[in-house]
């Protein structure tokens, strides 16, 4: 992980923040129920830390045999027209932040509802999760 997401999680972390680390089986159980592998960014993320975030943020992912957040999230949005190359990496509700998981797309993307299209946010996922950290902390 980026030194400096690594610096935000060591100040801010709080008890039970994160679910911790996952094996590699139980990450490719996931991947396997959703059809595709994880981008590579976000793959690392679900290793270190399964799922969760700080200050507010949570980042699906991988809850060790207990499921798999990302699983429920991105299934769920694909019942609303997600599509099916799409993983969604934090629900916010009104609409999803997602990564493509063909073409060795690394960008992360908002997807709404109420709009067809991906709209590109982000270059990598180091850079959202950089930002999406940072303003939990700001509004924390």
Known sequence: ???????????????????????????????????????????????????????????????GDLGASVIKATERWRRLGLDENVVVIEDVGEFIMCMKTIDSDSKVYAWYRTYPNLVERYESFTEFLIDDFQEGIDNY
Do not use: W
């Open 1 to 63: 992980m980026h030194s400096t997401i690594e610096r935000m999680v060591q100040d801010y972390m709080e008890d039970k923040d994160f679910f911790g680390t996952v094996t590699e089986e139980q990450i490719e159980k996931a991947e396997n129920i959703l059809g595709f592998k994880f981008p590579h960014e976000y793959r690392k993320f679900i290793q270190r830390y399964g799922s969760g975030g700080i200050c507010g943020v949570q980042i699906a992912g991988v809850e």
